[in-house]
């Protein structure tokens, strides 16, 4: 869009705004159509600019507290957030954002285990109120269904009636919702799920799905392409607005990677060019939710983040706009910026400058004050108000934004630290772990990552062949002088499955502090990627045994991919493991 063209919209963005029915955030009483309908996809994305959510506010899960008939800033609240008022919007905008992503958990006010999906009009009004703020504050606003309480995980139960509660739950859901804000513009968006589309079908978390975990990966792919398609058809059935909006369609797990897998299908449509697809970016998620890893910015880490925002080509060329509804550095200590947070966020807007896609910030009261209506960090606040597509980028033709985009991540690239690269003709084994409060991180990915906490030591070890290796970690230097238990951990061999196909990782001992641990399960060999080899030592999040898992012998009973109790461990100063790598 040239720069002629741009400010033409912008004036016809201020008529239209000027002719809407004021205070309602709706069009129907005057039948001026917005600007937004003509456009396309891609260009729908461009003019969302960048975003923002509400987060922890309507997505607040207070309904197993509270039960379903409490005032609505009840649950509003429950997680610590202010009621939302209109000038906290303005601010928004004000601060540069031109998209708003508000999370909602609808069963808060949902009657749905005794098989009542009516959600109260008292919630379905307390959103529209929060719509109508965005609205009238000029922002494209989307609102979804958030986790909510994890009901999603009946779909994956045992039960047949379960899973049949499941699909009724959806589309009565999105039923009432698409026919409650049918009148709405085109500034209102549908998201059909926040991450739950995927893995998540498989969550015991509560009475109503416990003996969930009963579908595969290939199934749990095909329900996601399934609902998503009902989502479209829902909305598209009943009218209004809703026939030709813009609707925002849930990839598998939010994850870039399995989003891209040819499993994933992007639903048919009535009308052409009005489907977007939502994914997040958290990576790596020790730096960016934990406190992990200190640092970011070394040559791998930039190189890792262009390649995989660079997949999501695959569906703009198709014609398909991208949200990534989800993304940010978390503040640490006592709100401070994290080390480098600028220069992750520099290089992360400028991909999104150069794909076109809408980014919108995670923040949960924190980059921007809600009571103070502004962001409170001068550098991030001058960072995103010059970012602003409606304030600044709108008078500025695109070659030239994407041109200063591309210059800002090539200077990255140029001057990024090298960190350490192995080489594909080597094998390298360590340990991949995460704390159990996830303060402590060691190079948690099966591409051997960058990315520690300051002061750990490891021991890592070069692969040569068959034979009996050790690796291990010294948490003694980090801040806390150990690691409580563990989330997560894995011994991992880089370019094992490259360079000695087929072998096998045999543990021989895990000492902890020095003492040698008992195992709790029989460990297997096996691998993510096809790539890395691996050994899981506590995986929570695995339920079943994947294809390709190998031990010697070929006995796979009573393998497990937890042989540690992980978050039970305690503190752990010193962390080794012997191991055997055999040849098949």
Same mark, same amino acid.
């Given at each position: 869009?040239?720069?002629?063209?741009?400010?033409?919209?912008?004036?016809?963005?201020?008529?239209?705004?000027?002719?809407?029915?004021?205070?309602? =955030?709706?069009?129907?009483?005057?039948?001026?159509?917005?600007?937004?309908?003509?456009?396309?996809?891609?260009?729908?994305?461009?003019?969302?600019g960048n975003g923002i959510n509400l987060g922890n506010t309507m997505e607040a899960y207070g309904h197993s507290t509270y039960g379903i008939n409490k005032a609505t800033t009840?649950?509003?609240?429950?997680?610590?957030?202010?009621?939302?008022?209109?000038?906290?919007?303005?601010?928004?905008?004000?601060?540069?954002?031109?998209?708003?992503?508000?999370?909602?958990?609808?069963?808060?006010?949902?009657?749905?285990?005794?098989?009542?999906?009516?959600?109260?009009?008292?919630?379905?009004?307390?959103?529209?109120?929060?719509?109508? /703020?965005?609205?009238?504050?000029?922002?494209?606003?989307?609102?979804?269904?958030?986790?909510?309480?994890?009901?999603?995980?009946?779909?994956?139960?045992?039960?047949?009636?379960?899973?049949?509660?499941?699909?009724?739950?959806?589309?009565?859901?999105?039923?009432?919702?698409?026919? #409650?804000?049918?009148?709405?513009?085109?500034?209102?968006?549908?998201?059909?799920?926040?991450?739950?589309?995927?893995?998540?079908?498989?969550?015991?978390?509560?009475?109503?799905?416990?003996?969930?975990?009963?579908?595969?990966?290939?199934?749990?792919?095909?329900?996601?392409?399934?609902?998503?398609?009902?989502?479209?058809?829902?909305?598209?059935?009943?009218?209004?607005?809703?026939?030709?909006?813009?609707?925002?369609?849930?990839?598998?797990?939010?994850?870039?990677?399995?989003?891209?897998?040819?499993?994933?299908?992007?639903?048919?449509?009535?009308?052409?060019?009005?489907?977007?697809?939502?994914?997040? /970016?958290?990576?790596?998620?020790?730096?960016?939710?934990?406190?992990?890893?200190?640092?970011? =910015?070394?040559?791998?880490?930039?190189?890792?983040?262009?390649?995989?925002?660079?997949?999501?080509?695959?569906?703009?060329? #198709?014609?398909?706009?991208?949200?990534?509804?989800?993304?940010?550095?978390?503040?640490?200590?006592?709100?401070?910026?994290?080390?480098?947070?600028?220069?992750?966020?520099? &290089?992360?807007?400028?991909?999104?400058?150069?794909?076109?896609?809408?980014?919108?910030?995670?923040?949960?009261?924190?980059?921007?004050?809600?009571?103070?209506?502004?962001?409170?960090?001068?550098?991030?606040?001058?960072?995103?108000?010059?970012?602003?597509?409606?304030?600044?980028?709108?008078?500025?033709?695109?070659?030239?934004?994407? =041109?200063?985009?591309?210059?800002?991540?090539?200077?990255?690239?140029?001057?990024?630290?090298?960190?350490?690269?192995?080489?594909?003709?080597?094998?390298?084994?360590?340990?991949?772990?995460?704390?159990?409060?996830?303060?402590?991180?060691?190079?948690?990915?099966?591409?051997?990552?960058?990315?520690?906490?300051?002061?750990?030591?490891?021991?890592?070890?070069?692969?040569? =062949?068959?034979?009996?290796?050790?690796?291990?970690?010294?948490?003694?230097?980090?801040?806390?002088?150990?690691?409580?238990?563990?989330?997560?951990?894995?011994?991992?061999?880089?370019?094992?499955?490259?360079?000695?196909?087929?072998?096998?990782?045999?543990?021989?001992?895990?000492?902890?502090?020095?003492?040698?641990?008992?195992?709790?399960?029989?460990?297997?060999?096996?691998?993510?990627?096809?790539?890395?080899?691996?050994? &899981?030592?506590?995986?929570?999040?695995?339920?079943?045994?994947?294809?390709?898992?190998?031990?010697?012998?070929?006995?796979?009973?009573?393998?497990?991919?937890?042989?540690?109790?992980?978050?039970?461990?305690?503190?752990?100063?010193?962390?080794?493991?012997?191991?055997? /790598?055999?040849?098949?």
């Open positions: 869009m040239k720069k002629i063209t741009k400010i033409l919209f912008s004036m016809a963005m201020v008529l239209a705004m000027g002719l809407a029915c004021l205070g309602c =955030g709706k069009e129907k009483e005057v039948g001026l159509d917005s600007p937004y309908k003509t456009m396309n996809a891609i260009e729908f994305t461009k003019v969302m009840v649950y509003e609240t429950a997680w610590g957030m202010p009621v939302t008022t209109k000038e906290m919007i303005q601010g928004m905008k004000d601060a540069g954002f031109d998209s708003i992503r508000v999370p909602v958990a609808w069963t808060n006010m949902m009657d749905f285990e005794n098989g009542d999906y009516t959600i109260n009009q008292a919630y379905i009004d307390r959103v529209g109120e929060i719509i109508d /703020y965005a609205i009238e504050a000029d922002m494209i606003v989307i609102i979804n269904d958030h986790w909510d309480g994890g009901w999603w995980g009946m779909f994956g139960s045992a039960t047949e009636a379960t899973r049949e509660a499941a699909h009724k739950h959806f589309t009565e859901m999105w039923t009432q919702l698409a026919k #409650a804000y049918k009148d709405y513009d085109y500034h209102l968006v549908f998201e059909s799920a926040n991450e739950e589309m995927g893995n998540r079908f498989n969550d015991n978390t509560d009475k109503w799905n416990k003996d969930s975990g009963t579908l595969s990966m290939d199934e749990c792919y095909a329900l996601t392409n399934q609902l998503n398609q009902e989502f479209v058809d829902i909305v598209r059935k009943t009218g209004g607005y809703n026939k030709d909006r813009f609707l925002l369609v849930a990839g598998y797990n939010t994850d870039i990677t399995h989003t891209c897998d040819d499993r994933y299908k992007m639903p048919t449509d009535t009308v052409e060019g009005k489907l977007l697809l939502s994914v997040h /970016y958290y990576d790596p998620s020790a730096y960016c939710i934990n406190s992990g890893i200190s640092s970011w =910015g070394t040559l791998a880490d930039l190189e890792s983040m262009n390649t995989m925002l660079e997949k999501l080509t695959k569906f703009t060329e #198709a014609g398909y706009g991208i949200v990534i509804g989800e993304y940010g550095v978390l503040i640490e200590g006592q709100n401070q910026l994290k080390k480098n947070t600028m220069d992750y966020f520099t &290089n992360f807007i400028a991909n999104c400058e150069v794909y076109g896609y809408c980014p919108v910030l995670w923040d949960c009261n924190s980059l921007y004050d809600r009571n103070q209506c502004k962001i409170v960090y001068e550098e991030v606040a001058e960072f995103f108000k010059n970012k602003s597509y409606s304030q600044v980028q709108v008078n500025v033709d695109d070659v030239e934004v994407v =041109g200063l985009a591309k210059r800002a991540i090539n200077n990255a690239i140029k001057n990024a630290p090298q960190g350490e690269v192995v080489p594909d003709t080597e094998a390298r084994a360590w340990i991949m772990f995460n704390s159990n409060d996830w303060s402590i991180a060691y190079r948690v990915g099966d591409n051997y990552p960058d990315g520690q906490a300051e002061g750990l030591v490891a021991t890592d070890v070069t692969i040569t =062949g068959a034979g009996s290796y050790t690796v291990a970690l010294d948490f003694t230097g980090t801040a806390a002088g150990s690691a409580t238990g563990t989330a997560f951990s894995a011994l991992g061999i880089l370019h094992g499955e490259d360079l000695y196909p087929g072998y096998i990782i045999n543990i021989k001992e895990i000492r902890i502090n020095g003492t040698p641990y008992t195992l709790t399960g029989k460990p297997y060999t096996t691998s993510d990627d096809a790539s890395c080899t691996r050994v &899981n030592i506590y995986n929570a999040w695995v339920t079943k045994l994947p294809e390709g898992a190998r031990v010697q012998g070929g006995d796979l009973t009573g393998c497990t991919p937890s042989i540690v109790d992980g978050p039970n461990l305690g503190a752990i100063k010193t962390l080794e493991i012997d191991f055997e /790598y055999i040849a098949p």
